[in-house]
């Protein structure tokens, strides 16, 4: 079984920053971020692959986040850049067994998620 904790969500300005973390217990493998804006599907963010030597970002996000991890620590990080009220959303930390994928329904493990609000 693996838990996750996410942090690090908060208020901040249209063109700021934050950084997320998710920290796991047990072993975790491709790590993705996604999120949840209010009367919206949850989305594909960002994943990372076992080894940190794989990345894949949503087209939106492309170019201003980057997803890292830290395995000795079991931690998956989510650095967020130029962030744009449109980026407003819970973001949830997520595991899975094997490969990348973008689709939430294909991980096994959740995180209670963090709030991520962008003022413009």
């Known amino acids: 079984q693996v838990q996750l904790v996410e942090s690090g969500g908060g208020l901040v300005q249209a063109g700021g920053s934050l950084r997320l973390s998710c920290a796991a217990s047990?072993?975790?493998?491709?790590m993705g971020w996604f999120r949840q804006a209010p009367g919206k599907e949850r989305e594909f963010v960002a994943a990372v692959s076992w080894s940190g030597s794989n990345t894949y970002y949503a087209d939106s996000v492309k170019g201003r986040f980057t997803i890292s991890r830290d395995n000795a620590k079991n931690m998956v990080y989510l650095q967020m850049s130029s962030l744009k009220p449109e980026d407003t959303a819970v973001y949830y930390c997520?595991?899975?067994?094997?490969?990348?994928?973008?689709?939430?329904?294909?991980?096994?493990?959740w995180g209670q998620g963090t709030q991520v609000t962008v003022s413009s």
């Open positions: 047990g072993r975790i493998w491709t």
């Open positions: 997520a595991a899975k067994v094997g490969a990348y994928s973008p689709y939430p329904n294909s991980y096994d493990y």
